[in-house]
């Protein structure tokens, strides 16, 4: 069987509570309503169908965040509505849709923490969705270290999604980012931001044993290997303004395990390339198949996985393996 560890989804209730607010929420809404598969499960079959083998969706919310175009109020309602009716869609279509990743605002902490128990211990959430920054506070802030606390101690994965809009300018001179960069190069710059403050914060330290997957193979990290062990080695050294004396020292191990501890997937839209250096950077016990549908085609991912020629035993832990290791559960059973 083949888990696809990351797809997203807005069932039918929520969908419709959301186009209320869609209007207000600019490219990004545009972009949603155009993908209708995201929220017409025929349509999102269908498409499954054509991988033509034994294949699931992990479903989770997509972008854009719930804190970016709710009160902390409207959010907790929003995320308690999202979870229930996915919950309801995955209970109908357990074959299709094994599990689901709730949804928390995290502009609302007191809710997000009680949502974390009921979605978890009351309808079967198989981990937590946050985003790489909080309407733009950064996840390493200690407000929000219970969240990852309560995560570790329920052993199961928290999803890390890249949130980024055009209102993120490129050009100091410019009012947005031009191109639709702040998507292509935005997203995995965000990733790799957040995985570096959440190790710099010692949340690996703290909890060891804490399960992070990250979205479009870990955001480039395995390309910066180079520059993460070596160019942070002098960390402090282009900086006036603070001391970042302590921060290395701080770490119980060397910096680059740290990064290693994440967990990558396979949303590539279709390239390779970045599977294999994923593969290579945090091993075949780290790498965990998704395709980011229905923003991305489903097939184009399996074969890039088929060029590259994979040994039997690692594409298993990859499709599904290291999925049912994540969430404490079996598929195909």
């Known amino acids: 069987m083949i888990v696809d560890i990351y797809t997203h989804i807005f069932p039918t209730k929520f969908f419709e509570s959301w186009q209320k607010i869609a209007p207000q929420l600019g490219n990004i809404a545009k972009r949603i309503g155009q993908v209708e598969p995201v929220h017409n499960l025929d349509q999102r079959f269908r498409a499954m169908d054509r991988a033509g083998t034994d294949y ?7 972008n854009p965040p719930l804190e970016d175009f709710s009160t902390p109020e409207l959010g907790a309602e929003l995320a308690k509505l999202a979870n229930d009716t996915m919950a309801e869609v995955v209970a109908k279509n357990r074959d299709r849709l094994p599990a689901f990743v709730a949804a928390i605002p995290m502009h609302n902490l007191d809710f997000a923490m009680k949502e974390i128990d009921r979605a978890v211990l009351q309808l079967g959430a198989k981990g937590i969705q946050i985003f790489t920054n909080i309407k733009g506070k950064p996840l390493d802030l200690p407000e929000y270290r219970p969240v990852f606390a309560r995560m570790a101690e329920l052993d199961l994965p928290i999803w890390l999604h890249p949130a980024r809009n055009a209102s993120m300018t490129d050009y100091a001179t410019e009012k947005s980012s031009r191109y639709e960069i702040w ?8 990733t790799q931001v957040a995985c570096s403050r959440l190790v710099f914060s010692g949340l690996f330290d703290r909890h060891p044993n804490i399960k992070i997957v990250t ?5 480039g990290i395995p390309f910066f290997d180079g520059r993460i062990e070596e160019g942070f080695r002098t960390l402090g050294a282009r900086t006036s303004d603070e001391d970042y004396s302590k921060v290395i020292p701080s770490l119980k191990r060397p910096l680059l395990d740290y990064f290693k501890m994440f967990y990558a997937d396979t949303a590539l839209m279709g ?14 016990d780290r790498v965990v198949f998704a395709t980011d549908s229905p923003f991305a085609p489903i097939v184009p991912t399996l074969e890039a996985i088929k060029r590259l020629d994979l040994e ?8 599904q393996d290291n999925a049912e290791k994540l969430m404490n559960m079996k598929f195909g059973d």
């Open 215 to 219: 979205h479009h193979g870990g955001g």
């Open 183 to 190: 998507w292509a190069f935005g997203w995995p710059y965000e």
């Open 271 to 284: 390239g390779s390339i970045g599977v294999k250096a994923s593969l290579e950077f945090f091993g075949p």
């Open 312 to 319: 039997p035993s690692v594409l298993e832990r990859m499709n």
């Open 56 to 62: 699931c969706h992990i479903v989770s919310l997509p």
